[in-house]
C-alpha cells in the first residue's frame, strides 16, 4: 500500500530518496545514475532538527534537487515514535510538493537486509557461509525499551525476501523462532543481543546493525512490485 500520490511512471532509472528515522540513528539515502549516496547521524529527538538538512546534503552529493526525485522509500517502523512521526511528515509534505509516490517499507525488513548485505560482504565473523547463495534466514530485532523487544523473522531466497512472522512488539520471554527454522542455522540482526533470551537453544550467529536507507533502496523493487 503506497501512501501519498503515486509515483512517476516512464523512468528507467527512477532516481530515489530513501528516509530511515525508526531507531537511535537517522538515516538518507538517494540512489541515481547507477551509484547510492547516503548519510548517517544522530536520530531519535534528534530527527526532527536534522532530518531535512540531511536530504538537501545527500541530494547535493548526488547533484540533484528535489523535483529530480522520483519516488521516496520510507521506514513504516515498528520503532521510535518521534522518528516515525518525523519521517512520516517529512515524506509526506515532500511527496506531496513533488507529486511522487511514497513507498512505506518494514524497519525490519530493512534491518534484515542490511544484516543479509554486511554477510554478503563478509563483514561478519560468524560464518554460516553458504547459507549466503540459498535460502537466508533472518530474525530481526529493536529495542522497544519498557522491557520489550519488536521482532520479525524474514527468509531471503531466489532474490526476494518472505515475511515468516510479522513485525510483533513482545516481551523477550514471548520472543520464539519459527518452528519450520529448527535446526536450520539463523542470523540475528539488531542492536539488542542482550535483551533477548536463549531461543529455545537456537544457535543464533549475531550481526549487529542499524536499519538504513541504503538498505530501503535495494528493498525498493520489490516493494513497488507490491
Known sequence: RRVGRQARTGQTHMNRLAIETSTE??????????????????GGAQASAGLLAAVHQVLAQADL?????GVIAMGRGPGSFTGLRT???VSQGLAFGLG???LPIDTLLALAEEGRDICAAG?????????????VRFY????????QLYTAAYEHRAGLWHTVQAPAVQSPADCALPL??????????GLAQGLLPDLGGAALTWVPAHPTASALLRLADQ???H
Open 25 to 42: 540513528q537517522l538515516s538518507v539515502a538517494v540512489s541515481a545514475r547507477g551509484q547510492v549516496w547516503a548519510h548517517q547521524g544522530p
Open 65 to 69: 534537487a528535489l523535483n529530480d526525485i
Open 87 to 89: 519521517a512520516c511528515s
Open 100 to 102: 511522487v509516490g511514497i
Open 123 to 135: 563483514g561478519s565473523e560468524a560464518k554460516p557461509g553458504s547459507a549466503m547463495a540459498g535460502t
Open 140 to 147: 530481526a530485532v529493536i529495542d522497544a525499551r519498557m522491557g
Open 180 to 189: 519450520a527454522w529448527s535446526g536450520q542455522p539463523v542470523w540475528a540482526v
Open 223 to 225: 516493494a513497488q512490485a
